[in-house]
Each structure stands twice: as structure tokens, then as C-alpha cells.
């Protein structure tokens, strides 16, 4: 869904990590470390997109960063996108 959402607005997601999940109630949040060079307007509608388009996403870090001082049109954008997904039960299905 990251990858749908960057192609339309032309950025490329120059690193993708994908960090340790971890449980949180009765779900399993899974955090990814994204990595893009852009500028602020695009950034913008990403962002914006994420925001619209799924209610199992948050953005717990985002920084951004200018490239070049001198010409501050390249931004870096480093942000860690979770999402929410239901942990399936392992008890299910058996008997007591």
C-alpha cells in the first residue's frame, strides 16, 4: 500500500525497514522505517494519503530534513509508518 501511495505522487522509497512487531492488546502492531528524498508538497499529499485512506495506520516518528541548504527544494523524509493488524488467536478451533 506504501509503494500504490508513493508511485502516484513520483517518490521512491529509498530504504525500507521493517521493524520487530510487537503486541499491543489484541493486536500485533508491525513498524516500518521509511526512507524518501522529496520535496514538502509531495510530502504533503503522502502524508495526507496515508491519513485518508487507512484507519489501521499511524505515524508515531517523522523527521524531515533538508538536503542542501543552499537550495532547500530536496527535503529528506524519514518517518516510521505502524500498522495495526487482529493477532490471531492460537487457542482457536481446539477444545477444553
Known amino acids: 500500500m506504501l509503494e500504490k501511495i ?5 517518490l521512491e522509497l529509498k ?7 510487537e503486541e499491543s492488546g489484541e493486536f500485533l502492531t508491525i513498524p516500518l522505517e521509511i526512507r524518501l528524498t522529496t520535496d514538502l508538497n509531495s510530502t504533503r499529499k503522502f ?3 496515508l491519513e485518508k485512506n487507512s484507519k489501521y495506520l499511524i505515524i508515531p516518528k517523522l523527521k524531515i530534513s533538508v538536503k542542501n541548504q543552499r537550495d532547500p527544494k ?23
Do not use: N, P, R, W
Not at 6 to 10: C, D, I, M, V
Not at 15 to 21: C, G, I, L, P
Not at 74 to 96: H, Q, R, S
Open 74 to 96: 530536496e527535503v529528506i523524509v524519514t518517518l516510521v509508518v505502524t500498522g495495526f493488524f487482529m493477532k490471531k488467536d492460537k487457542d482457536k478451533g481446539k477444545k477444553a
Open 6 to 10: 508513493s508511485k502516484k505522487y513520483g
Open 15 to 21: 530504504s525500507v525497514k521493517v521493524k520487530d512487531a
Open 47 to 49: 502524508l495526507a494519503d
